[in-house]
């Protein structure tokens, strides 16, 4: 059961999907999920028309709709739940409770029925009942205090919804295994919040127990030297060197010393970061990117070019990882979606389905799944 709307919850449903869920995305029948109508861009006929922020999070779902107010709507979420196996939602605190669904509720209908509750800023404490949205819990998460190079800068996509939403799914997964030995769901919860505090990792270490506190530095890794971005004479690129042996191996490359007493430990090279950078980028400078990316990869220094998303798509290596699927939908035709992350062997589709399913419009299952609710409450075991 999908409960959700906008991008964590949504995220975390799809990527149950993926795996070969059943997805029941149920919606308002007022134009249902925010995102439906996010952009521009929309894309398809007139009068039928997708935003594609919408299509981005909902592959592999079925999409119904009910008021949840309404008596009806009150008993078409009754009969699911006794059905399902897991509920996800994002209602800010205290909405499914007022709607009459609490857990408690929840779990007389279905004892094995696990839930996914995924809030702004957690559940309960001081500021729990806060509305959460991603760029804001970005920064109140810390993220953005260390993303850019001169003010705060945000990510260039709402991370902190869609690790909420992959802690979600795996969260969901633990408590179905839990489940297959004890019989019973429960809880999982997790926040924007939680999502953007527990990608800290060696930033957070630096604080909690170095007390440090981390500083923006750009398009450079923070505590690596020479790791980051770099000018050539036509193009920019990224190098990676990552240990003693590749510095020791990179360094004649771009004409310095590797035992430079400025730059002979990595500690060294943090230290005296825009000198190393300044040098690497005049020895950069004599070359177009294409030929420097060359050197570097038959001399095994990890590097790389900055593409753009016509670029990263058209990429063979893309394609061949299946990270791009086509789907036949109902108004817009054949479509390419980003496709799922993960691969399975002896699978040759895309995540564990054998067909990806489109997003879907609004209502479209509406028919279909009450036929499926009439048949009895039995929990699927989809």
Request: hydrophobic share 40%; aromatic share 6%.
């Amino acid at each position: 059961m999908d409960l959700t709307r906008a991008l964590a919850g949504p995220q975390a449903a799809m990527m149950l999907g993926d795996l070969g869920a059943r997805v029941i995305k149920v919606e308002s029948p007022d134009g249902g999920d925010d995102s439906r109508g996010w952009g521009p861009p929309f894309v398809g006929p007139e009068g039928e028309q997708e935003s594609t922020y919408f299509l981005s999070a909902n592959r592999n779902k079925e999409s119904v709709t009910a008021d949840l107010k309404s008596a009806e709507g009150k008993e078409f979420l009754t009969a699911l739940a006794r059905k399902a196996d897991v509920l996800i939602e994002n209602f800010r605190p205290g909405v499914l409770d007022r709607l009459g669904f609490s857990v408690e509720r929840l779990h007389e209908l279905n004892p094995g029925l696990v839930i996914l509750s995924i809030t702004g800023f957690g559940h309960d404490g001081p500021e729990g009942g806060r509305a959460g949205y991603d760029q804001i819990a970005q920064g109140e998460g810390g993220l953005m205090s260390i993303t850019g190079a001169v003010e705060p800068t945000k990510t260039g996509v709402p991370i902190a919804d869609l690790l909420a939403g992959m802690y979600g799914a795996y969260g969901a997964l633990a408590a179905l295994h839990e489940r297959s030995i004890t019989g019973k769901g429960r809880v999982v919860r997790t926040s924007l919040l939680a999502s953007v505090v527990g990608v800290h990792a060696f930033h957070g270490t630096k604080w909690t127990v170095a007390g440090e506190l981390p500083e923006r530095v750009g398009n450079h890794h923070a505590q690596i030297a020479p790791y980051g971005m770099y000018h050539t004479a036509d193009d920019i690129i990224q190098v990676a060197v990552g240990s003693e042996g590749q510095w020791r191996t990179f360094a004649p490359i771009v004409g310095l010393d590797p035992l430079d007493e400025r730059f002979a430990t990595n500690s060294s090279r943090v230290a005296h970061r825009d000198a190393l950078t300044a040098a690497i980028e005049s020895a950069f400078a004599e070359a177009p990117a294409d030929v420097w990316l060359a050197r570097l990869s038959e001399a095994g220094i990890p590097s790389g070019k900055v593409r753009d998303f016509q670029q990263v798509y058209e990429w063979d290596q893309t394609l061949s990882q299946g990270l791009l699927i086509e789907v036949d939908h109902p108004t817009l035709g054949r479509i390419n979606l980003p496709g799922p992350p993960l691969r399975f062997d002896n699978n040759p589709h895309a995540g564990a389905r054998q067909t990806n399913l489109p997003p879907p419009r609004l209502g479209e299952h509406n028919t279909s799944v009450r036929a499926w609710l009439d048949e009895g409450p039995t929990a699927s075991t989809q």
